[in-house]
Nanobody, 118 residues
Framework: VQLVESGGGVVQPGGSLRLSCQAS????????MSWHRQAPGKQREIIAS???????NYTDSFKGRFAISRDLPADTIYLQMNSLEPEDTAVYYC?????????????WGQGTQVTVSS
């Protein structure tokens, strides 16, 4: 199973970006999917997660500015990021808990760079 993120780039402070992450492969079911980020010199942190029911959970510091959503048939999740600040500069990763070939496992995407700079 592969997770492929897209939508990163350079944006000015106060701007918005929408990230996408699509899961692909055969014989799998992605149940909980989530977004994480890792800024230079910092540990990776979770932003938000979403289940197949659409139930979401957010780390408190991201509530209000970031929104996670999911397109089940497309095996895709999104992260809408608003009011971006230079401190949001990081590599953003997608993660999925999944069942693949009858076994429980997980997968990470390769990451997409987000740079917030004037």
């Amino acid at each position: 199973v592969q997770l492929v993120e897209s939508g990163g780039g350079v944006v000015q402070p106060g701007g918005s970006l929408r990230l996408s992450c699509q899961a692909s492969g055969t014989n799998f079911l992605a149940y909980e999917m989530s977004w994480h980020r890792q800024a230079p010199g910092k540990q990776r942190e979770i932003i938000a997660s979403i289940g197949r029911s659409g139930k979401t959970n957010y780390t408190d510091s991201f509530k209000g500015r970031f929104a996670i959503s999911r397109d089940l048939p497309a095996d895709t999740i999104y992260l809408q990021m608003n009011s971006l600040e230079p401190e949001d500069t990081a590599v953003y990763y997608c993660h999925a808990d999944l069942i693949h070939g009858g076994r429980i496992g997980d997968a990470w995407g390769q990451g997409t760079q987000v740079t917030v700079s004037s």
